[in-house]
């Protein structure tokens, strides 16, 4: 198959935030404890911090991380989590019953952070807890000193505050699985108080309001309007989720299933400028796409998800990666990146073990699942200006389940084989890739105007024959990018052929 891609340095989408990089931190799991910190592992520092894991971090290259949940944070009482450690209460945690021991907490997770070169982003409690509590760990994390609060903080070894700029007004609370689960009313309304008292406390902080927990929600919209509707004036973004699945074992339909992610940030985008309308108002609420993967295998099975006895962090939603995964997973690289004026902060859900890029054994190795590369890469080349591409490629009809509580879902795509995301920087252009013909390799034309003549820098491609091939502790770099051969530039047209069911990334300067 034959396919073109055109633009030109001047025609752009707009700049990549930092914070688009994004990756997140969960007490779930092996996420925290066996993950990032494992305190006696032969790699952990005095702090209890894995090197092996912080390595890989700094190539994986997140920018700003999202802790402590997720769901868990619809149930945590921050106040636990601080303070000398054997004074700390271990509690059941609802939210993935298991035990959360405490020993680490938000002042651990700002060390964490710093040594990672990472900045956090912090969600409240808008479940069990309200706005007093989401105020008064404002206070504790962000005040010089001089209160209750802030002196706290110090008397616990932190002098300098924390300086945490963005906040979650809670997390998916449209959903029933949610502690304190709201309707758009009831959330709206606490969203707004909190808000207002946390910015009182902090004006330079941001603020997320909860959107949907997904775009196939029964109150998908109307919930987004709702909420926006109370919080528009406190609130600076709004949070989408998406996890893709392939449990109808359709290829094709799972390598399609990231155009949905364009459309749900389309819609999104739509209902927050509606709001905006209604209020003659100028101002743009941003998305935060603060939990978005690959995940199904490790989901809605009970047996996998919560261990009897209520262990501590135990081995739950360890799902390991595909190259299929990769594909997917590549594709909804490129959706973020090709929405960048509005999609302006992005959590990978989630960092180690939990629905992740970085697998570990306690107490032995870390490495790469296949969803790393793609990640990396982006984050990597993916800094600057996303230009306007115009792509000409023929497309495929696919069929994408998708499974809700009683209402099944088949969402109809029309597919093209090639998906693809220009960034530019002074020094040149970065393409992203991504081939979803199965059988066919693509012949790619590539017109890039107004930037003269370009030599390759950089040209990789990820691809596997077996679409099931995954890394593991025994076969760590079983897939991983290749050189890609065969890109030849002349002028401002550059020509490249791409391999079946690939990912592919061009760094021309
Ligand atoms: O990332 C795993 C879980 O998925 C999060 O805790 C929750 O917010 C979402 O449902």
Sequence with gaps: RKASITFDRAFAIGDTDPRLFGAFVEHLGRCVYGGIYEPGHPSADKRGFRKDVLDL???LGPTIMRYPGGNFVSGYNWEDGVGPVKDRPARLDLAWFTTEPNSFGTNEFIDWCRA????PMLAVNLGTRDGDAARNLVEYCNHPGG?????LRIKHGWKKPHGVKFWCLG?????????????????????HEAAKMMRWIDPSIELAACGSSGRNMPTYGRWEDEVL????????????????????????????SPDLMDQFIEEVVAISDAVAARRRSDKRIMLSFDEWNVWYRTRRVRADRVKEGWPVAPPILEEIYSMEDALVFGGACISLLNHADRVKTACLAQLVNVIAPIMTETGGPAWRQTIFWPFAQMSRLGRGTVLKAIVKSESYQASYFDPRGKQDLYYPIDAPYLKASVVSDDKGVSLFLLNRDLEGSLDVTVNARG???????????LRHKDLKAVNSKKEPLKVKPASLKGVSTKSDEITLELQPASWNVIRLE
């Design 147 to 151: 209160t209750a609060w802030s002196d």
């Design 171 to 191: 997390n998916e609370v449209d959903g029933p699985w949610q502690m304190e689960h709201k309707t758009a009313t009831e959330y709206g309304r606490v969203a």
């Design 116 to 119: 990672a070169k990472i900045d």
């Design 57 to 59: 971090v700094k190539e």
């Design 229 to 256: 509707e109370h919080t528009f004036d406190q609130v600076e973004f709004i949070s989408l989720h998406t996890y893709f699945n392939n449990y109808a074992g359709d290829t094709k339909a799972f390598l399609a």
């Design 451 to 461: 930037f003269g003549k370009l030599k390759v820098a950089e040209a990789t491609e």
